[in-house]
């Protein structure tokens, strides 16, 4: 029995049949010997019956039912009958429950090394947010590929403009990236390797294969609403090392990115001054409307005295007046400025200023005022473009003040730039207003035109300098140009 027991445990590999009649096997050695020790061979017997099953409760009746066997025939050739052997049976049946409960407790601890192993395995070559490879897990599917001497396509893939995609829903970044690498993974199930490598960056292992350019296209379409550069290489056309293949890549891919970085900038360039253009031509439409309108008005009612103009003939001539004024400023608002430019001395364009404006200040009453803190500072500018500015910012100053006031113009040097302020008493810019009185055709005033103000931001814009507004109502407003002082 014993041989015939060593036999079924050295052939149960191959002979599986051998497991279902062990128990009987050893049962019979056991009676047949009737030797104590044999409970070892039972544990044994438990283990390699209990080792392919995962839960206690499938393992347990098991134990118990050959720990009975081992008892009852155990009292059959015990001699006394007695509480001693009572009790070691009731400690072989325990001893029986403790291995199979230490046995799953080691059991799953191994397992769980084993998939702690295998997840900081996973996470070392792979991305955790989509599953792809992640940089490691890229380099080395190209090292192992290039050592295998197979040639492949490496096709690198750089996906933004994130706001425009599925923008209704809300999907968040992650869920972007994600799905993007779930469509890669769909649209190229042959390729070695897929990798996100870099943030929002994909990298794309493949054998070489025909109409790379229209399955590339078929993702692109299943993106929609992403902008995404792409470049394509061939190992070992491009390079035979691995660094200059990659290099040669990358910068493939970056000067991808650069023409589309151009392309957009210019669309949004052509649709901001498309966007302006129209907008520039629907105010002119309506300012000229108003006085055509009134002009057609008075000659209509002319009709009715024999064609006699004379008693409109003033309203007339003023209506045609502003046409005339209107067209005049809307043509040097928008006509390409022809460059002037040269450093000149500020100083002394100021004091022209002041000598055109003291007589008009003079006849209504103002007084005008000019405190420079530095005369030596000159500015690359178009000298008659500043005069022009400076002076409609203090006609509209003087026009601000209804009783007599003062127009203070100061200059003063801070750092590289000068800043130049037009101030005045009068009753200032309601704070509604303020954000809009730079805008084309935007007027408070009965007769005022709207460019004005437009016009001198552009000069001003064009002497690579800015113009802004401080205004507080009932005190008087301050505007001020500040531009670039030129270096000596």
């Known amino acids: 029995m014993g041989i015939l027991l060593v036999a079924s445990i050295w052939g149960e590999r191959r002979y599986p049949a051998f497991r279902v009649i062990q128990w009987l096997i050893l049962g019979a050695f056991h009676y047949f010997s009737q030797l104590n020790w044999c409970n070892m061979l039972y544990y044994m017997l438990i283990l390699s019956t209990i080792q392919n099953k995962l839960k206690v409760i499938e393992t347990l009746p098991i134990s118990m039912l050959l720990m009975l066997q081992y008892t009852v025939i155990r009292l059959f050739y015990v001699s006394v009958m007695d509480t001693y052997s009572l009790l070691v049976s009731v400690f072989d049946l325990i001893t029986s429950v403790v291995i199979v409960v230490l046995y799953h407790t080691s059991m799953n601890s191994e397992a769980e090394k084993r998939r702690l192993r295998e997840k900081n395995q996973f996470l070392t070559l792979h991305d955790p947010l989509t599953g792809l490879l992640n940089y490691e897990g890229y380099m080395e599917v190209l090292h192992k590929t290039m050592e295998e001497e197979r040639s492949f396509l490496l096709v690198l893939l750089n996906v933004h403009n994130f706001s425009g995609y599925k923008k209704a829903s809300g999907d968040p970044w992650c869920s972007v990236i994600t799905g993007t690498g779930s469509m890669i993974t769909n649209q190229f199930p042959e390729a070695y390797g897929i990798s996100r490598y870099a943030g929002d960056r994909f990298a794309i292992v493949l054998p070489q294969i025909d109409h790379i350019e229209e399955r590339l296209s078929s993702l692109f379409n299943e993106l929609q609403g992403l902008e995404i550069s792409y470049s394509i290489s061939l190992y070992p056309r491009l390079s035979q090392t691995l660094q200059q293949f990659m290099t040669v890549a990358e910068d493939q891919l970056l000067q991808q990115q650069r023409s589309q970085w151009i392309k957009n900038e210019e669309e949004l360039f052509r649709s901001e001054r498309l966007r302006a253009v129209g907008e520039l031509a629907a105010g002119m439409a309506h300012e ?105 910012l203090i006609r509209n100053a003087f026009e601000a003040m209804p009783d007599p006031g003062e127009v203070r113009m100061d200059m003063l040097k801070e750092g590289d730039r000068v800043l130049i302020s037009v101030s005045d008493t009068g009753s200032g810019i309601p704070e509604s207003s303020l954000s809009s009185i730079f805008n084309p055709f935007f007027t408070t005033k009965e007769e005022g035109t709207g460019l004005g103000l437009a016009l001198c931001q552009k000069i001003v814009q064009d002497h690579n300098g800015k113009i802004t507004v401080q205004s507080e109502p009932g005190t008087g407003s301050t505007f001020t140009l500040c531009l670039p002082v030129e270096s000596n």
């Not at 309108?293 to 064609?307: E, M």
């Not at 003079?362 to 000159?378: C, F, N, P, Q, Y």
Request: glycine share 4%; charged share 25%; with cysteine.
């Open 288 to 392: 000229i409307r108003n006085p055509l309108t009134a002009i057609r008005g008075f000659l209509q009612l002319s009709r009715g005295q024999a064609f006699n103009i004379a008693p409109w003939y003033e309203v007339i001539m003023s209506e045609v007046t502003r046409v005339t004024d209107l067209t005049g400023e809307f043509l040097q608002f928008s006509k390409p400025q022809v460059n002037h430019m040269k450093p000149e001395k500020l100083a002394q364009c100021l004091e022209r200023v002041m000598s055109l404006t003291e007589s008009d200040a003079a006849s209504r009453g103002h007084r005008i005022t000019l405190d420079m803190k530095d005369e030596s500072v000159s500015v690359n500018m178009d000298r008659d473009k500043i005069v022009q500015v400076l002076i409609n």
